[in-house]
């Protein structure tokens, strides 16, 4: 079972992260692209390309951040149906008689919610722990000096496997079965 849940972790965790990565880059370059035709079209040189560089990095930084949420929510829905190592996730239906297929991102919407939240409350206590270790293992007086964009997104990738063995137990409609 330990094999199942790491083999899902890992192709969830490989998805999410280059959607994220995609949306982020790809949002960028059209807000820097907007940014460029919006003061003009001015000559591309060294001193213009710079700052587009600096442009597409500073809305690549915030627009990742809103392409994870966006992966997140869509990655929800490839860890059902799928057999790893014998084993599949399966969606039930509300009176657990029988599973859902094809899985619309309508019938997603309440287990996406829990998976939400455990995902939450599993980052947050990774911060704390981190916090911990860092206060006292390393003598760091700042809170959250150390806590940035990638260590939060790695973070949230620890925190998916281990969401994923909460929701097989903590949600009814989902139910791990022989594939």
């Not at 919407?109 to 939240?117: A, D, G, Q, S």
Request: hydrophobic share 55%; net charge positive; proline share 1%.
């Amino acid at each position: 079972m330990g094999k199942f849940f790491f083999l899902l972790w890992k192709n969830w965790a490989l998805r999410v992260s280059i959607e994220s990565v995609l949306f982020g880059f790809f949002l960028a370059f059209l807000m820097s692209g907007y940014i460029y035709i919006k003061k003009g079209l001015v000559d591309v040189n060294q001193e213009t390309m710079s700052a587009l560089l600096d442009i597409f990095f500073f809305w690549f930084g915030v627009l990742w951040n809103v392409g994870l949420l966006i992966a997140l929510f869509r990655s929800i829905k490839f860890v059902f149906n799928r057999c790893y190592n014998g084993y599949m996730l399966r969606l039930f239906t509300c009176k657990q008689d029988d599973y859902i297929e094809p899985i619309g991102y309508g019938d997603l919407i309440k287990v996406w919610r829990r998976w939400f939240l455990i995902l939450i409350w599993s980052v947050a206590f990774e911060i704390l722990i981190g916090s911990i270790v860092m206060r006292f293992g390393f003598g760091k007086t700042e809170l959250f000096s150390w806590l940035g964009s990638g260590v939060l997104f790695g973070f949230v990738l620890l925190g998916g496997y281990i969401s994923f063995w909460v929701l097989s137990g903590w949600c009814k409609r989902v139910k791990v079965v022989v594939c």
